[in-house]
């Protein structure tokens, strides 16, 4: 696979992670407002709305240190990758690829 093939697939799924977290945020916001209102929200509105808020501080999290520390677009990956070893699960859930099954065949 060349390089543009590849960035090309992670842009693209990059792209469509924003735009699953803005329609995510939306859906909160309508939670949020229904809220206010009424007081109530269901069990699965109540769900909803605490996975859009752990993905909202996952996003922050993973933001604030690339603008604030030296050396942070090396060390992100890093972390992110061994957190994942870890079953400790650092991205929003919207930017989680799928795991790719490869063949072992030889």
């Known amino acids: 696979m060349n390089i543009e093939a590849i960035i090309e697939e992670n842009a693209h799924h990059f792209l469509k992670g924003l735009r699953t977290e803005y329609s995510g945020d939306k859906e909160a916001l309508l939670i949020i407002r229904e809220y206010i209102a009424g007081g109530t929200i269901s069990v699965e509105q109540d769900h909803v709305l605490k996975m859009q808020l752990a993905d ?5 999290g993973i933001g604030v240190p690339f603008v604030l520390i030296p ?24 930017f989680v690829q799928p795991e790719k099954k490869e063949d072992h065949n030889v």
């Open 56 to 60: 909202t501080l996952k996003i922050v």
């Open 71 to 94: 050396g942070a677009s090396i060390i992100m990956p890093i972390l992110i990758k061994v957190a994942a070893r870890h079953n400790i699960e650092l991205m929003p859930a919207a």
